[in-house]
Each structure stands twice: as structure tokens, then as C-alpha cells.
T-cell receptor, first 116, second 112 residues
Framework: NAGVMQNPRHLVRRRGQEARLRCSPM?????VYWYRQLPEEGLKFMVY????????ESGMPKERFSAEFPKEGPSILRIQQVVRGDSAAYFC??????????????FGEGSWLTVV | DAKTTQPTSMDCAEGRAANLPCNHS???????VYWYRQIHSQGPQYIIH???NNETNEMASLIITEDRKSSTLILPHATLRDTAVYYC?????????????FGPGTRLSVLP
């Protein structure tokens, strides 16, 4: 049973380019979360999605960042016109059902974005 | 929203039990306590969670006080591979559902 799969694991982009990070949730999971971790800092919630819906994007920067979770395929976190401050580890997590407060989210191994 | 307070760092000798405390004095009756850990350069790893009863699994034990205002994660026989940042999280319920809010955690160093 594969866990949460993220790719690429490492991505280098020049300033002004676009970065696309992909996340395939665990089998049977329909909820996806994206978190960002800046160097030497804690995990910060960015966005929560269900299939074809953004449920909570309160942690997303207002510009250049977008996320989607289409009916088919992985969830995508897209960063346009990257700047050096976007260099961070981006973690995706998934869960099966939000109806129960005891539900658990499981994380992938992360995508490390470096902007040069 | 309920919040947690954890010591910034702790040391533990290899082979001994590691007891990591967490205070969550404003926890609501239907909120769970979760523990995750993050080994350097890896994704956070789920450890255990509980509501009010003590819980045990193959990784750890979770002891929750009767008033639910604090809890302790116990790693019964710590190894060097348990060196990590440990996060105690209370599941926050908001208008949209439930998000996990990570604080700074406790940096556990297991010493040989």
C-alpha cells in the first residue's frame, strides 16, 4: 500500500520561473493538504483540498501560488514567478474522511524547492 | 482554538524511556491529541493519537491526564533513530473542518 507520493523530490528553479509540485494521496484518500517548511522553521499550513474543490486556502500566499486537485490525477501546487524566498520544503498530506475528528493525516517525503 | 505548549528540547539516553510532555489546557471535549515526529529532512511521521483514554501502539504510548489538560508521549526504549522534532497537536475544528496546526515542537536528542 503506497504512501503519499510527492514529486519531484528536489527541484531547482531560476527566479521568475514556474514550479509545479505534484502529490498523489494514499490509496482511498480523497483529502489533500499542503504544508510549507522554510529553512529552520516549522510547518505552516497552506491549503486543504478535496477532489475538484478547494476547502481552505487560508494559508496560501495571495499571489503567485495556486493549488488544484482534479477529478483524475495528482494534486498540483503551482508557484509562478518564483523568488528566492520560495525556497523551502513543501509537504503534502492526505486523509480519508473528515467526518470523524479522530481521522489522521499522513505525509509524503516532501519536495525541496531551491530558487537560484 | 486550543493550543499546545511543549519544551523546546530534551535529551534522553539511548535505551531509556523518553517522556515528552505537552500542555493543552484549553482543549475542547471533542478534540483529539495527536503526536507526530519529523526526522531531519524527512516528512512528518504519524505516531499516535487519543481522545481521553491512554493509547499504546508499536511506536509509543500516549498518557492523557483525566482533565485532558496535558499529555505525555512515551517512547519506551529510545534509540538513536528516535532523534527528531516531536509535535503535539490538538485537532482544530473550524468552519471548514479540521486542520492540523504545527507548533515548534520538542527537539529530542537521544544520546549514546
Amino acid at each position: 500500500n503506497a504512501g503519499v507520493m510527492q514529486n519531484p523530490r528536489h527541484l531547482v528553479r531560476r527566479r521568475g520561473q514556474e514550479a509545479r509540485l505534484r502529490c498523489s494521496p494514499m490509496k482511498g484518500h480523497s483529502h489533500v493538504y499542503w504544508y510549507r517548511q522554510l529553512p529552520e522553521e516549522g510547518l505552516k499550513f497552506m491549503v486543504y483540498l478535496q477532489k475538484e474543490n478547494i476547502i481552505d486556502e487560508s494559508g496560501m500566499p495571495k499571489e503567485r501560488f495556486s493549488a488544484e486537485f482534479p477529478k483524475e490525477g495528482p494534486s498540483i501546487l503551482r508557484i509562478q514567478q518564483v523568488v528566492r524566498g520560495d525556497s523551502a520544503a513543501y509537504f503534502c498530506a492526505s486523509s480519508s474522511d473528515r467526518q470523524y475528528s479522530g481521522n489522521t493525516i499522513y505525509f509524503g517525503e516532501g519536495s525541496w524547492l531551491t530558487v537560484v | 482554538d486550543a493550543k499546545t505548549t511543549q519544551p523546546t528540547s530534551m535529551d534522553c539516553a539511548e535505551g531509556r524511556a523518553a517522556n515528552l510532555p505537552c500542555n493543552h489546557s484549553t482543549i475542547s471535549g471533542n478534540e483529539y491529541v495527536y503526536w507526530y515526529r519529523q526526522i531531519h529532512s524527512q516528512g512528518p511521521q504519524y505516531i499516535i493519537h487519543g481522545l481521553k483514554n491512554n493509547e499504546t501502539n508499536e511506536m509509543a504510548s500516549l498518557i492523557i491526564t483525566e482533565d485532558r489538560k496535558s499529555s505525555t508521549l512515551i517512547l519506551p526504549h529510545a534509540t538513536l533513530r528516535d532523534t527528531a522534532v516531536y509535535y503535539c497537536i490538538v485537532r482544530v475544528r473550524d468552519n471548514y473542518g479540521q486542520n492540523f496546526v504545527f507548533g515548534p515542537g520538542t527537539r529530542l536528542s537521544v544520546l549514546p
